[in-house]
């Protein structure tokens, strides 16, 4: 157990849809990241944060996502207006420089 | 830009077979070497880690791999796989500067067979 928990497991959504998915690492961890993976690619960075500040995001970033870490505890990534294109594994992970530990992931697909 | 190439997208052995999966990176300046590993329906777990020092670094589960600067190459090692290591490889790198960002390969299933 990474101690890194995501909600929902799974989500489906008709293409146009707003979702929001949610990620609760443990306290230590003032990192968070969040990774898409699509079917037969490894996991590909879009956006960390170090306790409630969001650092880097990735071109993959588009405006209809946004990501944010309130506190510095949980992280949402939220996705607007969806396309079928999204439909991947959304995965979060937390730690502290040189480690991350992943959680289950949220399935999402958009129909 | 960095990258990672994993040329081994499915490998196929049976019980204590040697194992041997590629990974190249490209990228000029320092970095760290990942190997993560995803059990069927488990989240990604990491195998090992390189940053510094010896370049033969071990991991969990009887895994080793070695750094070799010249060829850009990070392969991962087991001498005798089992049945329980059928999973999915991921090779990752993140550069000195960019401590944060790791990028992935695209992986490499393994399925051994009893």
């Known amino acids: 157990d990474t101690g890194v928990s995501q909600n929902p497991r799974h989500k489906i959504t008709k293409r146009g849809q707003n979702v929001t998915f949610r990620c609760d690492p443990i306290?230590?961890?003032?990192?968070l990241y969040w990774y898409r993976q699509t079917l037969g690619q490894g996991p590909e960075f879009l956006t960390y944060f170090q306790n409630e500040a969001q650092l880097e995001k990735s071109r993959l970033l588009s405006d209809r996502f946004s990501a944010e870490r309130p506190k510095g505890s949980f992280s949402t990534l939220e996705i607007q207006r969806t396309e079928q294109g999204d439909s991947a594994m959304y995965l979060c992970?937390?730690?502290?420089?040189?480690?991350?530990?992943f959680g289950p992931g949220t399935r999402l697909t958009v129909t | 830009a960095q990258s990672v190439s994993q040329h081994n997208h499915h490998v196929i052995l049976s019980e204590a077979a040697s194992l041997e999966l590629g990974c190249n990176y490209s990228?000029?300046?320092?970095?760290?070497l990942f190997w993560y590993v995803q059990y069927p329906g488990q989240h990604l777990q990491l195998l090992l880690k390189?940053?510094?020092?010896?370049?033969l670094v071990k991991g969990i589960k009887g895994f080793e791999a070695e750094f070799i600067k010249s060829k850009f190459s990070f392969n991962l090692r087991k001498p005798s796989v089992q049945w329980s290591d059928t999973a999915e490889y991921f090779c990752?790198?993140?550069?000195?500067?960019?401590?944060?960002?790791?990028?992935f390969g695209t992986g490499t299933r393994l399925q051994v067979f009893p």
């Open positions: 990752a790198v993140t550069s000195s500067y960019n401590t944060d960002k790791l990028i």
């Open positions: 390189y940053f510094s020092g010896d370049p």
């Open positions: 990228y000029g300046g320092s970095v760290n």
């Open positions: 992970a937390a730690g502290r420089t040189y480690e991350q530990y």
């Open positions: 306290s230590e961890h003032n990192r």
